[in-house]
């Protein structure tokens, strides 16, 4: 039998998910009597609410009941993180889209309509909608905290050159294709089962048990899988489980709430908008040698998880750059916009794009062309491989990435070829562009870096596997059972994979920060790892040798002398007739994490994921349209678990981010309501977006030197940042350092003046 780890396996629900079998909460069984609940929201993105308008609502066909704030049994308060975040507005409304009113029908088109009927008299306040007025005005939610290292400000004093820039990064919405939903079922006692499609199960636990006002052992959260999630359903779920149970709570019955569409784009977080300035000190050479730098985020009304954000965009401000001055100032601004959240890179693509801009305009100034100022501030070589919060980037691999990259796009050639077709055409450019990234691996909160599993072998040799981490497509559920199957050498269909649940794995954190096989992976390690001891303890009696000489072979038990063996599913017999236990939990902890947030200092990852992209562009210069013609990928996976389900999350990662960079806009009108609520007016990428040539290859030989789960690394978000070589590949084609993102037609054309 081969080796489970690092085979090539398809995602375990993949037949499923093309033939429509794969169940998704929805497509559950409805339980009987069960109710719909449907949302009123506030249309002003700023104001006071006077007075609630239900009785209309009550008075609708099928409605049961209409909730407002002051009916809900425990607190008003959806904060994933501390407090004073409420489910429903009272009095203040903060954003455009936020709930007033939980309206429970016997349909759900009662429901809706039931709530589009609910009206309210609001004191309009004025609301602020930017970054730079939120700023001037001090109104930060979290921060600012600042890096430093050396004296800056003296440093740029004494540098020969200066530039200075300012740059804005767009937001953008998850568009997961299963919307946010949960099916609250009342059970016995306050006893309140929850289906939620959600990243974090505990978290939903902790949050519904708050607004019913139940300890919460008597909140149980399960997922079986989501239909997308990237983020999205990190801290955002944990409401939608809320309004479901609270409604669920007041009638007794089962109450499932589906958002639709525009709501769930108007009413959930989105990933952080930011705004650059910076000033930066450099030498003829292109080697930076100060820089004092502002990165300012959009946090939206309330906290949610702004801080980990900013921590991600802070720690990722010199990507894999090293610069011997800094003074690098972040933090979040409070808005009248929706709550920004978690969303696939967490802040840090946010962050790792300013060095990008930087260089840019240094290569600009001095008259260097781009790659030779990129290379000349590479962290390692000559520089230090140091970050500047004093954690070392391990592994030299940001050269070997950044060479394999360039060599697999045939970057010299491709350049020549640039060149003459822009000599010689007349209206199209083409462009070239690169990006290096080092992504840091673990929670940016250390203590969230903890998971749990639950293993069982039965007697007929079958196991079943349970662990905290939550399945959104991004095929964890399948590499954690690689791990069980490798543990016990039996075959990969021997694993029976289950949904997620806070009644199996207590206290688990998000399936986030991309860890989610590095932590449930090592945690079903020793789940297994313990079994498998207590069985070998169990073959060695049998066969009469010591326990530390039986060996777990392809499906088989083997004896010191080798021709003794079990089958294993004789052996799981045997170990139950001998009445040892063959159920287990595991546990694990990333070792050796430390972080003062307040100084900026420690060692907060694990380890780094290296990675680089080359991108090729041609834009239309008289429309400012563009297409990505080549893209070439090279991310390091440590020792890949499956390489089958990394190179889909490199794949879809980079497409995701190039959505973000270029095509995705989120567009809110002067009022602060975002009109960009269907994919008619939102663009995500489609199928024949993707890059006509489009290679993606894990980095070979590069076995993870942390301790992690056999070597690998984690791979979830860190290419979501190779997408920011076709934001390089533009500003080549444009002919212009400075390109504000998401680079539509209209802002291409203006940056080409
Ligand atoms: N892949 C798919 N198909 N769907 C998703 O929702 N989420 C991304 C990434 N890949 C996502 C995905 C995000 S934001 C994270 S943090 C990781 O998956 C989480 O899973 P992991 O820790 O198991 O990599
Ligand atoms: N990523 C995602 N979620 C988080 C993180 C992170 O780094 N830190 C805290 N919550
Ligand atoms: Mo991913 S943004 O950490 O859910």
New binding site residues.
């Given amino acids: 039998m081969r080796d489970s780890i690092g085979a090539a396996l398809r995602h375990d629900s993949a037949l499923r998910h093309a033939t429509g079998r794969a169940r998704f909460l929805d497509d559950m069984a409805e339980p009987a009597g069960m109710l719909h609940a449907a949302l009123a929201s506030a249309a002003p993105a700023h104001g006071r609410v006077l007075a609630l308008h239900l009785d209309a609502a009550r008075a609708m066909p099928g409605v049961i009941r209409v909730i407002g704030p002051a009916d809900i049994p425990g607190e008003n308060d959806i904060a994933p993180i501390g407090s004073g975040e409420p489910m429903l507005a009272d009095p203040l409304v903060e954003h455009a889209g936020q709930s007033l009113a939980i309206v429970v029908a016997r349909t759900r088109d009662q429901a809706l309509a039931a709530a589009a009927a609910i009206t309210a008299e609001i004191e309009e306040l004025p609301p602020v909608l930017d970054i730079a007025t939120a700023w001037e005005r001090h109104s930060w939610l979290v921060g600012p905290f600042t890096m430093a290292q050396g004296d800056a400000v003296a440093a740029l004093e004494a540098s020969p050159m200066t530039a200075r820039g300012e740059m804005h990064l767009g937001g953008q919405e998850h568009f997961y294709l299963e919307g946010q939903i949960a099916l609250a079922i009342p059970g016995e006692d306050g006893d309140m089962l929850i289906h939620s499609s959600t990243q974090h199960p505990t978290e939903g636990q902790h949050v519904v048990a708050r607004v019913l006002g139940e300890p919460y052992h008597r909140v149980q959260v399960q997922c079986r899988r989501m239909g997308g999630a990237f983020g999205g359903k990190?801290s955002n779920a944990s409401w939608v489980a809320a309004a479901a149970a609270i409604a669920a709570r007041l009638t007794g019955k089962p109450v499932k709430l589906r958002l639709p569409r525009k709501l769930d784009m108007a009413a959930t977080g989105k990933r952080h908008p930011f705004l650059y300035r910076w000033q930066v000190g450099f030498d003829a050479s292109g080697r930076v040698l100060a820089l004092d730098a502002a990165l300012i985020a959009d946090g939206g009304h309330s906290l949610d998880?702004s801080a980990?954000v900013i921590m991600?965009a802070t720690t990722h401000s010199l990507n894999a750059y090293s610069v011997p001055a800094l003074r690098v100032l972040c933090g979040a601004v409070k808005t009248n916009h929706v709550s920004n959240t978690?969303f696939r890179g967490?802040g840090g693509p946010q962050g790792a794009m300013l060095m990008d801009d930087v260089l840019g305009h240094v290569a600009a100034a001095a008259g260097l062309d781009v790659e030779t100022v990129r290379a000349r501030n590479f962290a390692g070589g000559e520089n230090p491989a140091q970050t500047p919060y004093g954690q070392a980037l391990e592994g030299d691999l940001i050269r070997r990435v950044y060479a394999e990259a360039r060599a697999d796009a045939g970057w010299a050639e491709r350049m020549a070829s640039i060149e003459t077709f822009n000599a010689t055409h007349p209206t199209l450019r083409r462009g070239l562009g690169c990006f290096v990234s080092a992504f840091g691996v673990s929670?940016?909160?250390p203590h969230?870096n903890q998971a749990g599993a639950l293993v069982h072998v039965y007697t007929d040799g079958s196991i079943r596997l349970n662990h905290g981490g939550t399945e959104m497509g991004q095929g964890l559920f399948i590499k954690v059972a690689q791990v069980v199957a490798q543990v016990f050498s039996v075959p990969i269909e021997s694993i029976g994979i289950t949904a997620t649940s806070t009644e199996q794995v207590p206290n688990t954190s998000?399936t986030?920060?991309s860890t989610g096989s590095d932590l449930n992976g090592w945690a079903a390690y020793h789940a297994a790892e313990t079994i498998r001891g207590r069985m070998a303890e169990v073959a060695g009696l049998h066969f009469g040798c010591a326990a530390g000489d039986v060996r777990f072979e392809d499906g088989e038990v083997l004896g010191a002398s080798g021709n003794q063996r079990l089958v294993f599913s004789e052996l799981a017999k045997l170990c139950w007739k001998s009445r040892v236990s063959l159920s287990a939990t595991g546990f694990y902890a990333t070792p050796d994490l430390e972080w003062d947030m307040q100084e900026v200092r420690g060692k907060p990852f694990f380890y780094f994921s290296y990675g680089a992209a080359v991108a090729e562009v041609v834009i239309d210069t008289l429309t400012g349209e563009h297409r990505v013609l080549r893209a070439h990928l090279v991310q390091d996976c440590g020792q890949s678990l499956n390489p089958a389900i990394d190179r889909g999350q490199i794949e879809g990662a980079f497409i995701q981010g190039m959505g973000w960079l270029t095509s995705e806009e989120l567009w809110w009108d002067r009022a602060g309501r975002l009109r960009t609520l269907g994919p008619s007016t939102y663009k995500i990428p489609g199928s024949r977006d993707v890059p006509p040539v489009f290679t993606t290859r894990l980095l070979e030989a590069a076995p993870n030197p942390a301790r992690t789960i056999f070597r690998s690394k984690a791979v979830g978000e860190p290419p979501l940042l190779l997408a920011a070589a076709v934001w390089n590949a533009l500003k080549h084609a444009a002919g212009t350092p400075h390109l504000d993102c998401p680079v539509s037609p209209e802002r291409l054309l203006a940056a080409r003046g």
Avoid: C, D, T, W
Wanted: charged share 15%; hydrophobic share 70%; no cysteine.
């Fill in positions: 990190e998880m980990g991600r978690a967490f929670f940016g909160i969230l998000a986030a920060a």
